[in-house]
Nanobody, 125 residues
Framework: QVQLVESGGGLVQAGGSLRLSCAASGRTFSTYGMGWFRQAPGKEREFVAAITWSAGNTYYADSVKGRFTISRDNAKNTVYLQMNSLKPEDTAVYYC??????????????????WGQGTQVTVSS
């Protein structure tokens, strides 16, 4: 069983930055593909970013490319999402997810096995 705990959300003005963290339990974290998703009120959960087990490759939704950066520290069992130039449309609950089957990460929610509880990000205009 893997437990994921997100932190770092909050209220920020447009143009500001936040750094989300996701701490994972389990001795095999370094073999998981990891991803970040978000869900805005009244909308479906959507892909934000993913990273391979070795951090050799990263993937982003077009809406965040160039503004967000996903990274991981396998020694700390933690994955990060650095969010810069935030916009009001980035307001959502952000979830991290772990895939034990797709070491390269994935854009599809169905490919992830474990999810965190989410952290709220609110961007004011």
């Amino acid at each position: 069983q893997v437990q994921l705990v997100e932190s770092g959300g909050g209220l920020v003005q447009a143009g500001g930055s936040l750094r989300l963290s996701c701490a994972a339990s389990g001795r095999t974290f370094s073999t998981y593909g990891m991803g970040w998703f978000r869900q805005a009120p009244g909308k479906e959960r959507e892909f934000v970013a993913a990273i391979t087990w070795s951090a050799g490759n990263t993937y982003y939704a077009d809406s965040v490319k160039g503004r967000f950066t996903i990274s991981r520290d396998n020694a700390k069992n933690t994955v990060y999402l650095q969010m810069n130039s935030l916009k009001p449309e980035d307001t959502a609950v952000y979830y991290c997810a772990a895939s034990t089957r797709y070491y390269s990460g994935s854009r599809s929610m169905n490919d992830y096995d474990y999810w965190g509880q989410g952290t709220q990000v609110t961007v004011s205009s």
